[in-house]
């Protein structure tokens, strides 16, 4: 059954904004976007259309993984801003009635965390045992074959207590143990802490790594292992990461969630999608939104794209709310895995699909990424693991404001290079021109605003080959659209299969279809996609 209009909340209706914070303005000149940058751009977000901005860390932090190794959970590190800066970011955003997602990294701190400080301080001292501690096997040997994400094992030798400690991620980043009670309440006071602030919700980091084998059982091999692939993978982590344990911590995080008002959880999950839906939890006890990633490796053909959205569909709880993301922090940019004009398309996916989208900053430009020589790489993924060009840094780099030097990002110079395309791809150059993609995103993004059918209307399936994928959203007393998308570069003809179909095609790829009547047939030029206004008697 469909649900009432009047029964959906504003992180189902809207179109969340991740920023990167590092990256997006910077308003002292150091060359580091920060807070008050932030601030600088939310008539932009404004005008963009959007209903939530999420934000990775900007919280204390030594700065070996940029920020997701954290040494205090309630702090703003000071290349940031402070409390106050948080606190007018707040305030601005929900003047301009929207809301702020914050990034909680709840797995694992900063070895420079006063917790941590005093864990590894003794064997007996109180918080031992609010990390991972193991004695050493044979000949000195780690507790088991885990692997670390950023290469190497993951268990770290002390040598001032002998006992190893579990990184999941970096040395420096070691696994809180969630299995104490102590340091769920801490984190829950953490969370409590932002959300007293005004904060609407969290993106919960690596949600699935959190609960661990209690007996830390070797992982198996993976036979699929591949030579270019991170060394991590050439283990299933089975035993060290989605134990059944977890999705009680879920609940928690929810619970506290649902005793303040209106307030949302996003979990970021890479787990096969029968995993995945699992984290919706038991009559909506679980993550709002466990973050669903296959667009960002889906291969990017109509029946691969196609067969993805049917099997994620098929595979959501009752009460389970879809959503989507084509980029973000670590993965390549849509951009450069796809090329600019099937871009487009994916934005008009992205904006149409059902469920709740995700825009990574840039991508609304069509930012790509930028090649870093090796001399400026900061990413510990590409630093760690030279050889494979795994560096994340490429889809990190400054948001392309405008054509002066450093793109209007900062009068200093910028931490990251810029792509040296910015002086032609940028917000103020793509306002103006109506072929933009920037155009694109910011008319999908109305369409979607103003119109109950796109923002929580059914999905149906129409048709789908190698070339084009076709589908209508539909919700009953409001008009309906039919979406054709041509998924190749060469020209493709979309006919109906079961019943003729007749309405006025309202945006594109390009504007020149746009006004034109749509009747049963269209022959779609490459890398062209449309979005039809149906006739009425569609909407029954």
Known sequence: MVQQKQDYLWWQTGVIYQIYPRSFQDSNGDGIGDIPGIIQRLDYLKWLGLKAVWISPFYPSPMKDFGYDISDYTAIDSIFGTLEDFDQLVREIHQRNMKIILDLVPNHTSDQHPWFLESRSSRDNPKRDWYIWQDAGEDNAPPNNWLAMFGGTAWEWDEATNQYYYHAFLKEQPDLNWRNPEVREAMYNVMRFWLDRGVDG?????????????????????DEYLPHMATYEQLLPVYSTDQPEVHEIVREMRSLLDSYEDRMMIGEIYLPIHKLVSYYGNDNDGTHLPFNFMLLSATWDASSIARSIDEYEGALPMYGWPNWVLSNHDQPRITSRVGIQ?????????????????????????????????????????????????????????????????????????????????????VESQKTNEYSILRIYRRLIELRNSEPSLMYGNYIPVASDKQVIAYVRKYEGYPSFLVVLNLSHRPAYFKPVHKPMSGTIILGTVPDLEGQPYQDMINLSGDEGIVVKLDDHHRQ
């Open 202 to 222: 969290f993106r919960v980091d690596v949600m699935w790594h959190m609960i661990k084998d209690k007996l830390l059982r070797d992982n198996p091999p993976n």
């Open 342 to 426: 099937q871009s487009r398309v994916a934005a008009i996916l992205l904006l149409t699909l059902r469920g709740t989208p995700t825009i990574y900053y840039g991508d609304e430009i069509g930012m790509r990424d930028v090649p870093i020589p090796f001399a400026e790489v900061h990413d510990p993924q590409g630093l760690n693991m030279p050889d494979k060009n795994l560096s994340r840094d490429p889809a990190r780099t400054p948001m392309q404001w405008d054509n002066s030097k450093y793109a209007g990002f900062t009068s200093g110079k910028p931490w990251l290079r810029i792509d040296k395309s910015s002086h032609r791809e940028n």
